[in-house]
């Protein structure tokens, strides 16, 4: 082009001055034309999915199913998260407002009345109940009150064995507290003898109203006159009439309801607010209701959870972007041809992809439609039992999260766009000639590919090493989800060498991994999707089946295996049962051996509901570790402190090792430790002299113990410790936790008083739940009990869960290689009908139909297993290295391999394989061509 000057008075220039006005009608030019070339391929794909409509059906199903499952939690969540308005109305049913007397001074109140803070410092907190008349005395005349409390459980007798019971306090017959609650039968409680139960409660115990349920006790039986329902708990519930409880059970959960003449106003707030009180009232501004968004209020811990989940659903979209793109792949092979004719009237490679491109637009709006259609409207009809079963409470007002349904449905049509991507680009590159041949000729694979994907392994890999020694799980699966893409690159490559290699094979599988080798838009899809799967799963099998192991051999024992403590769980309200009771129920339903009183400590001289006293041995300043677990070291000092003999105790924990002081004469301290007969004998005549034990040799000098008297009284901050130095012996080895034994003789001396702390019973097995049920039950006269068992530092069993990982990922690579093989049937039929005109047998077609799946599921799961193992080493080994220099020192994590998932796995492939030859018709198919 060349540029003619044009001359102007007092200069020269090279083009015209002014706006580009001409260029206007060529953009308009070049937007209609694109407007139209995209119109046109939208048109050509939706004549396209009525033609192939198996191929279609199958696209829909794969992009709308995971669509439709997270429609159904988008819409169960966001019914079942109430609004403020809907709260306000659960929580106050007809009354006017909800009242909590919370402080004897002012507060400062948010318009809801959820949070509230003392408006002075000097602010004191309501140390008294409140009761009915000073709350009306408040509001002035013309105003009813109604109480709520939160009662503590209360345990029942079931015909399949006790039941414990949420409790409500309440006088359902006031018609304040009846809007709280939906009568199903009968009539509100009139008398303490009365209560009435929820649905779930009346099923759990069998009963009908009149009957008679009586407590675990014995000590009360109470008369079922209604059933009643509670909105915010589906769950067992009981409510009690007020005159059934005291007044001051149940202080803290203490709400009033209240019903006033005119309305709650601002004006009474405040006035209420002067004297402590909170109120949440039923008129809120209009200004004051906050509306939901799709991400809300995000803090620090909330990005990295937010990070997560969007990688882990990124994840989940590189898996079905994997599994749809083959049927993508194969719907460009069949229309070759008219592509090829799209080219020849004068298509370029634009026009091209925009046409395969339109595929995965007009399939993935479909595929969304039908999802989010289908989720929301299971959500709807499945909405009771998700009520019931999962969330335990009604929801508020159908709705169903539109926002949520927006962003899923474009994430749909990204999928379906992203399927098609590759397919798209295949298109365009293609031999015209070729295609209005029928010829296929796949494009040579391009090195740069194999060089990318190797970089994303590696680069992948880094950042998941990076990541693990951080502890951060979004890193980590960033570092996935960039190797599983680097393996997507490499694996066309690794599909023809393996193509080259197949000519020393039979000819079935040697047709079957020319076809993958042929038809890699198709295969390696496929291929990569079961490697996901599968390494996702074997990753994560082997993280857990180590953590097990390691959390096994961290396991920190309270007591011998087998061993039972029994502790009262209210010790102030009933006699103590003796110890020949307590032998006498072990031995009749533990098949007890020994049993023995355990004893802790108490300092008669400290008095107060706030004073207390503890006894602890202490360690030399030579014995003592000059590192404290809770101690920001620097990098120096922690290799000092895993260096020091003195600090490598792992069972203290990042807040010191704590050490149980008791009082024995010998008789629990055998069945408390475990430790061998001989140190036994000894550790016991020490007590019988009046020294004292411990189970840690660090605190034992020159044949002494130094025992520490702190106590600390009501109002003072100083702490008064006194040291005694008593004749000692180390008893070792043993089971438990450290323990300082006081014999009777050394309590005395130091002025301490022993209290009942429970009973240590010695059993040959671990008693099951059924025997530690009738062992409280025969001592259920003396109160309520709790029991620890110890069962011994087992490993966790993850077998359930990993079998469950494994089967998702064979399911998937069953689905994989079922796609992948019937696409490959449907577009070698011509191969196929060359075979049967060659004289080939019937079972060559079922042959080749194995080897086709084989393909495809014993190479993407060895490329899985490999890759999950791989990926859960480096978690694994970037975790020790950071435990190495940790502080205090950590168990490092085993290297295991998870051989039950493996083994589900393994088997996995020949399943498909079996399925495919199983499904597969024999009789080779003869079609007639027209030259």
Request: hydrophobic share 45%; aromatic share 6%; with cysteine.
């Amino acid at each position: 082009m060349t540029l003619r000057r044009t001359p102007v008075t007092g200069r020269s220039v090279d083009a015209p001055v002014g706006p580009p006005t001409p260029l206007e009608p060529g953009r308009r030019r070049r937007f209609a034309e694109l407007t139209g070339s995209w119109r046109a391929a939208l048109r050509i794909a939706r004549r396209e999915s009525r033609r192939a409509r198996r191929r279609t059906a199958l696209v829909l199903a794969m992009i709308a199913l995971p669509v439709l499952v997270l429609a159904f939690l988008a819409a169960s969540y966001d019914m079942a998260e109430l609004t403020p308005r809907e709260q306000l109305d659960r929580r106050l049913g007809v009354a006017d407002a909800e009242l909590r007397w919370f402080a004897d001074a002012p507060v400062v109140q948010d318009e809801w009345g959820d949070t509230w803070y003392p408006r002075d410092d000097g602010q004191s907190a309501m140390s008294r109940p409140t009761t009915a008349d000073e709350v009306t005395a408040l509001l002035g005349p013309g105003s009813r009150v109604t109480e709520i409390r939160a009662g503590s459980p209360v345990t029942v007798r079931g015909p399949r064995g006790d039941e414990t019971l949420q409790a409500w306090i309440l006088d359902l017959s006031d018609p304040l507290a009846r809007g709280l609650v939906r009568f199903r039968s009968g009539r509100a409680p009139q008398q303490p003898g009365e209560v009435a139960l929820s649905p779930t409660a009346l099923r759990r115990l069998d009963g009908r109203l009149g009957e008679a349920v009586p407590t675990a006790d014995r000590t009360r039986t109470y008369t079922v006159v209604g059933v009643v329902e509670f909105p915010d708990d589906l769950g067992p519930v009981i409510a009690l009439h007020p005159a059934a409880v005291g007044r001051a059970d149940g202080q803290p959960d203490s709400r009033w309801l209240i019903d006033v003449p005119g309305t709650v106003d601002a004006a009474m707030v405040a006035r209420l607010n002067e004297r402590g009180v909170v109120v949440a009232r039923r008129h809120v501004p209009a200004s004051t209701t906050s509306s939901r968004s799709l991400i809300g209020y995000v803090g620090p811990a909330d990005a990295s959870d937010l990070s997560t989940m969007v990688l882990i659903v990124g994840l989940g979209l590189l898996e079905v972007v994997l599994l749809v793109g083959p049927a993508f792949a194969v719907g460009v092979r069949r229309r070759r041809r008219d592509l090829a004719l799209v080219a020849v009237a004068g298509g370029d490679a634009a026009h091209l992809r925009r046409v395969v491109l339109a595929d995965g637009v007009v399939l993935g709006v479909l595929g969304a439609a039908a999802g989010l259609l289908l989720g929301v409207g299971a959500a709807f009809a499945g909405r009771p039992l998700m009520e019931q079963y999962v969330f335990g409470a009604r929801f508020g007002a159908y709705r169903c999260w539109p926002l949520a349904l927006v962003v899923l449905g474009g994430v749909a049509v990204l999928a379906g766009v992203l399927a098609a991507l590759a397919p798209a680009w295949t298109a365009a590159r293609q031999d015209v000639m070729a295609g209005l041949a029928g010829r296929r000729t796949p494009p040579p694979p391009r090195a740069r590919a194999l060089v990318s994907g190797l970089a994303l392994v590696v680069g992948g890999a880094a950042l998941a090493a990076f990541g693990a020694s951080r502890t951060s799980p979004a890193v980590i699966l960033a570092g996935l989800i960039l190797g599983e893409l680097g393996l997507v690159c490499c694996t066309p490559t690794l599909i023809g060498g393996l193509a080259r290699l197949g000519r020393v094979l039979p000819p079935a599988p040697r047709i079957a991994l020319r076809d993958a080798s042929r038809n890699r838009a198709a295969a390696a899809p496929a291929i990569c999707a079961v490697m996901a799967a599968v390494a996702g799963s074997v990753a994560l099998g082997g993280y857990l089946a180590s953590d097990a192991v390691r959390d096994a051999r961290t396991y920190q024992p309270l007591l011998p295996t087998g061993h039972v403590l029994v502790n009262r769980d209210d010790p102030a309200l009933r006699p103590e049962p003796s110890l020949e009771q307590v032998s006498a129920a072990a031995r009749q339903h533990f098949g007890a051996s020994a049993v023995a009183l355990v004893q802790g400590t108490a300092c008669p001289s400290v008095g107060g509901p706030a004073s207390y006293c503890y006894v602890v041995p202490e360690l030399l300043p030579d014995h003592a570790c000059p590192f404290q677990p809770g101690d920001n070291l620097s990098a120096t000092q922690r290799r000092q402190a895993l260096a020091d003999p003195r600090c490598r105790d792992r069972s203290a924990d990042y807040f010191g090792s704590y050490v149980q002081t008791l009082v024995d004469d010998g008789s629990a301290l055998p069945l408390l430790t475990g430790a061998d007969p001989a140190a036994t004998t000894a550790a016991i005549a020490v007590l019988h002299a009046g020294g004292v034990v411990v189970t840690d040799p660090q605190y034992l000098h020159d044949g002494l113990v130094t025992v520490q008297v702190n106590e600390v009284r009501a109002g003072r901050d100083e702490v008064t410790t006194t040291r005694w130095d008593l004749p000692g012996y180390a008893l070792t080895p043993t089971r438990g936790q450290p323990r300082l034994l006081l014999s009777p003789t050394a309590a005395r001396q130091l002025a301490l008083k022993p209290v009942s702390n429970g009973w240590v019973i010695n059993t040959s097995t671990p008693p099951s739940q059924r025997r530690q049920d009738r062992f409280t039950a025969d001592l259920r006269g003396f109160g309520t009990f709790s029991l620890q068992v110890e069962q011994g530092a087992a490993p966790r069993d993850d077998s359930p869960l990993l079998l469950l990982l494994a089967a998702a990922a064979g399911v998937i690579t069953m689905g994989a290689a079922g796609i992948a093989t019937a696409l490959a049937a449907a577009e070698g039929r011509a191969e196929l009908s060359t075979l049967a005109a060659v004289g080939a047998a019937p079972a060559v077609r079922r042959l080749l139909a194995i080897c086709q799946a084989g393909v495809i599921a014993v190479l993407g799961s060895v490329l899985g297993i490999v890759a999950g193992l791989g990926t859960a080493a480096i978690v694994l080994f970037s975790a020790n290295r950071e435990y190495a220099t940790a502080w205090p020192a950590l168990e490092p994590y085993p290297y295991l391999v998870p051989w039950p998932a493996l083994g589900v796995l393994v088997l996995v492939p020949v399943v498909a394989m079996f399925g495919a030859g199983l499904f597969t018709r024999a009789r080779l198919p003869i079609e007639r061509r027209l030259d």
